[in-house]
């Protein structure tokens, strides 16, 4: 308690006067012999263990005037907020595999996988004919016979080509990176194959390496073993000395890598659809969550619904506000699932989600979210205005996401460009709306464009309580 929390003018009407008298009204009730101590004229009615006046004033004696303005009152504890978005919600695969594409470790394998390359080429043709065996016929033909230097040149022509496959590729993906022209929708499909194209040559070229090393080590490793009767061998002790040691080295190497290729190629993206649309889950709620403390509650409807009406009187594409009625329904009937009105943590929503969403066969899964979509976007738009197909410029966009979830204007701008192809109407934007919530393939970008949007871009103040 402080001096503002005593309202103004509290003591006027008080009046000062003297003390009341001490002396009771007479009592007309039986007599009893229990007196109250230091005052002989007040009797208790069969009281005897009450606590007198005297009594209270020495255990606890009253506060000093001064002390009223000086005491401060201990304000009531506030619950606690956990921003649950801060929070790594990337399981252990996914941050040993984005640590391991940024790391000094996989330019390392790449430089060693460039030097065993050139080298292999090298020795291959310095040596050509020199390391080979043969086997015999009873009659002296050659029945079947292995040259160990013309597959040494094999092995090495198809690492140099990998190494050269890939650093087109990544060159490729720096020039995308900085891009400022926008891709048209009727080009994507021929990018699309484009991709899926060099993904399988890629895959093929990787196979080809693993397999060629595994059987290069087959041949130099057993060089000398017996063979049969009738085998003849010939090799340089120098050559032979450089592939069986080399050989060792590669797979020391290289084998690792071959093994997390080969995770994340066939293992691993089954699951990583699972983690990649839960992750997209994650932003969705966060856009519903205005003070983001992990709870949509009803105060964050309330100012969701304050920032949809921004966005509604910014676009344009709506001449009314939807009606509170029908602003709440959609809320109750999508977001709240523990009742009206009722808050449900972004765990409790995305298991439903999980659960009606994720358990659906993958070309169902639009229609699932379609709804809930839809009546988002009803929020600001209306079904007449998408149909139109007016196109939404940049600012726009840029607008949209500035009120909607505080994403970075500069950030805003470099995923339209790079990601939202052109034109984008209203209709489009509500698709990539759908496919954010119910598309699972981590690889394409159809899936991807809102997720790129929001994904760890965002300005600090959304992290603010």
Request: positive net charge; hydrophobic residues 40%.
């Amino acid at each position: 308690m402080s001096v503002g929390d005593i309202t103004q003018n509290s003591f006027t009407g008080m009046e000062k006067s003297g003390l009341l008298p001490t002396s009771p009204p007479a009592y007309s009730g039986p007599n009893t012999s229990n007196e109250l101590q230091g005052n002989s004229r007040i009797s208790v009615i069969g009281a005897a263990g009450i606590v007198t006046p005297d009594q209270v004033h020495e255990l606890s004696p009253p506060p000093a005037y001064d002390a009223i303005f000086t005491r401060r009152t201990t304000e009531p504890p506030r619950p606690h907020k956990s921003n649950n978005y801060k929070e790594d919600d990337r399981n252990l695969w996914e941050k040993v595999h984005e640590w391991f594409e940024l790391s000094i470790l996989q330019l390392i394998i790449w430089l060693a996988w460039l030097a065993f390359s050139i080298s292999f080429i090298v020795y291959g043709l310095m040596y050509d004919g020199q390391c080979n065996w043969k086997r015999y016929n009873k009659k002296g033909k050659v029945e079947q016979q292995e040259d160990l230097t013309g597959f040494m040149r094999v092995e090495g022509g198809v690492m140099c080509g990998t190494i050269v496959f890939v650093l087109l590729c990544r060159l490729l993906a720096v020039l995308d990176r900085y891009r400022t022209k926008r891709h048209s929708r009727s080009d994507l499909e021929g990018y699309k194959k484009c991709g899926g194209h060099l993904f399988f040559l890629g895959l093929g070229l990787y196979i080809a390496n693993f397999g060629l090393c595994i059987a290069g080590a087959s041949k130099i490793i057993p060089f000398y073993k017996d063979k049969g009767s009738n085998t003849t061998f010939k090799c340089d002790q120098e050559f032979y000395s450089f592939y069986y040691y080399a050989k060792i080295m590669e797979l020391v190497i290289l084998m690792p890598y071959a093994l997390y290729v080969i995770l994340a190629l066939f293992f691993v993206p089954n699951l990583q659809k699972k983690w990649f649309l839960r992750h997209k889950w994650r932003q969705w709620v966060r856009l519903l969550d205005a003070d983001q403390d992990g709870v949509i509650s009803a105060d964050d409807m309330e100012k969701t619904n304050a920032k949809l009406e921004r966005i509604r009187i910014l676009v344009g594409a709506r001449n009314t506000a939807l009606s509170g009625a029908n602003q709440k329904k959609w809320w109750n009937d999508h977001i709240f699932k523990c009742g009206a009105g009722k808050d449900i943590s972004i765990e409790d929503y995305i298991s439903y989600l999980e659960g009606t969403v994720g358990a659906a066969p993958p070309h169902e899964r639009a229609n699932k979210v379609k709804p809930f979509i839809t009546g988002f976007f009803n929020f600001f738009s209306t079904e007449d205005y998408r149909k139109k197909n007016l196109i939404l410029g940049e600012e726009d966009f840029v607008k949209f996401w500035t009120i909607l979830a505080d994403v970075d204007e500069r950030h805003c701008r470099e995923k339209f460009v790079k990601h939202i192809p052109t034109p984008l109407t209203m209709a489009y934007f509500m698709e990539d709306f759908v496919a954010f919530t119910s598309h699972d393939e981590f690889w394409n970008e159809y899936g991807n464009r809102i997720f790129n949007v929001l994904k760890g871009e965002r300005s600090d103040r959304c992290c603010k309580a």
